[in-house]
């Protein structure tokens, strides 16, 4: 079976609350099914997806962010988390972000692009595997976007 072109990875913890939104948006995408070419991964510990982005060709992280913005996900390439705050990424203390920058100083072949998607939700996450209304709703946000995004 020939390695997918792009991958869907969901960050979280599933004892955390909200912080299980990546997690529970690849869930959503299990069930409803990935197209052809693309595979989705779940990840509780950001350091192991390194391994995944060697040779594909787009790498799409859904993570929480702690943030006040709303409810609608927030869209950026690792040029623009780069740029804006890089501290707003992830809620782990290793994140994402750090994965990424993992793989690219490794020197790979080929350098995927990149995109996070953010699931906007409030500060500190207590114990407990429900999320909150508003993580619910950015995460069918999230769904609804990726579905359109990978042509669904």
């Not at 099914?33 to 595979?39: F, H, L, Q, Y």
């Not at 992280?61 to 040029?79: K, R």
Request: with cysteine; charged share 20%.
């Amino acid at each position: 079976m020939a390695k997918a072109e792009i991958i869907v990875i969901g960050v979280g913890n599933p004892f955390r609350g909200d912080d299980a939104a990546g997690l529970a948006v690849i869930d959503e995408l299990e069930r409803i099914g990935a197209p052809a070419g693309v595979s989705l991964l779940k990840i509780t510990e950001p350091t192991k997806m390194v391994d995944a982005f060697e040779g594909v060709r787009r790498v799409i992280i859904v993570d929480a962010c702690v943030s006040e913005s709303g409810e609608e996900p927030l869209w950026m390439t690792y040029d623009e988390i780069q740029e804006e705050n890089p501290a707003l990424v992830s809620s782990h203390t290793i994140g994402a972000l750090q994965a990424v920058e993992l793989f690219l100083a490794l020197g790979n072949e080929t350098t995927p692009q990149f995109t996070f998607v953010l699931i906007p939700i409030a500060g500190e996450q207590g114990y407990g595997e429900e999320m909150s209304a508003r993580a619910q709703q950015a995460k069918a946000s999230a769904v609804s976007q990726l579905l359109q995004e990978l042509g669904v």
